[in-house]
């Protein structure tokens, strides 16, 4: 039941916020966590990990160990002509379904007290007299710390007004993911990008024999496409004859796709209404560097530390907030900085095709954009 007050409320159960809430449960603060949705549920996400995560995981009460999920240690990427990379991923990463993973951290963070809210929505955020109200669909609380780890896009996002939801439409917003599980023959070890025009696709194994392929485009692409996703794979996507073999090949697990629209890239703030923002409600890499789900698991880290030393009055709210928001920065700054840069040459035929022969013919250069993208264990 919702109780009068929390010490920290956190809106969203991805993986931010259900890290989070773990971290902070075991601190024996008391926690609230609010997901619109109900576990298990499917997202659109690329569900490769990098593994920086692996051990962060494990202590969060994953059995990654037990699951015998696939190791990816090969990129393969392709251009929109069909010119083909290949090279070897240094730390590597595992597949595994959100549906899964979003499912064990939900038991973890009930196991470990936290109070867990599913399909419940928050409406509004208040924050007056040092203090939160939170207005949700269940009713109304009151806590010391607000997080937000709501994603890509929210209600509260536009009821806030943030900077990014103000943007007109540009080579950093205006995207639509696309998700499915499929069954195919596929290497265990290899994740692949396979880029079409004014897009790219990813495709890897996940557990129970599947694979996850998902892809970006503009929403101007659906927009030629009549909004016909099945027509704008067949139209557009299928040109890349990477992607013609898979769609041709493959057993599709849904009858429909997952989906979400009016993605953005644009900068964001890790601090609004002084509610601390993690994961990608913080800032969104793009799909193509892979690291998306590592940087809000890390993410989550950081921010336990500093809410946990304001909760024990060792810092003022302020301190938290400035010491939460360096520490991202130098964290996650150049990663995001770097798959901006990448994103905006991605997408025309030319320059999608000219990149991809850079990195096919210069290996250290391709490495170096790895490196640049991701980080190491935490």
């Not at 696309?178 to 557990?207: M, Q, T």
Request: proline residues 3%; aromatic residues 10%.
């Amino acid at each position: 039941m919702l109780q009068q007050e929390y010490d920290i409320v956190i809106i969203g159960g991805g993986l931010a916020g259900l890290s989070l809430s773990i971290q902070l449960a075991r601190k024996n603060y008391k926690v609230a966590l609010f997901e619109r949705e109900t576990y298990p549920f499917h997202k659109v996400c690329g569900e490769y990990i990098s593994h920086e995560s692996w051990n962060h995981l494990e202590e969060l009460g994953v059995p990654l160990s037990e699951l015998n999920l696939p190791q990816i240690q090969r990129l393969q990427v392709s251009g929109p002509d069909g010119l083909l990379l290949e090279h070897p991923l240094d730390l590597g990463g595992f597949g595994i379904s959100r549906y899964m993973l979003d499912e064990l951290l939900a038991k973890s963070a009930k196991a470990e007290g936290v109070h867990l809210f599913e399909g419940v929505k928050v409406m509004n955020v208040v924050f007056r007299n040092q203090r939160f109200v939170v207005f949700t669909s269940a009713g109304e609380t009151e806590a010391a710390v607000c997080a937000g780890t709501f994603g890509k896009r929210s209600n509260l996002d536009v009821k806030w007004k943030r900077q990014f939801t103000q943007v007109r439409p540009n080579k950093l917003n205006h995207y639509v993911g696309v998700k499915y599980h499929i069954k195919l023959p596929f290497p265990d070890d290899l994740i692949a990008l396979h880029n079409f025009e004014n897009g790219y696709c990813g495709i890897s194994r996940i557990e129970k024999d599947l694979c996850c392929l998902c892809y970006l485009t503009t929403a101007e692409n659906l927009r030629k496409s009549k909004n016909d996703i099945r027509e704008m794979e067949k139209s557009i996507l299928m040109k890349n004859p990477y992607l013609e073999e898979i769609f041709s090949k493959a057993s599709f697990v849904w009858e429909e796709p997952v989906t979400i629209s009016r993605i953005s890239f644009n900068k964001k703030t890790r601090v609004e209404n002084h509610v601390l923002l993690i994961g990608d409600a913080a800032g969104l890499i793009t799909p193509l560097c892979g690291n998306g789900m590592s940087m809000a698991l890390h993410g989550s880290k950081l921010a336990a530390h500093q809410i946990d030393e304001f909760l024990r009055n060792k810092i003022n709210r302020f301190e938290m907030e400035q010491q939460y928001n360096q520490q991202w920065e130098a964290q996650f700054g150049k990663r995001l900085m770097v798959g901006r840069w990448i994103q905006s040459l991605f997408g025309g035929r030319f320059l999608t095709n000219l990149f991809v022969r850079t990195a096919k013919f210069s290996p250290k250069f391709t490495r170096f954009l790895i490196r640049l993208t991701h980080g190491q264990p935490f």
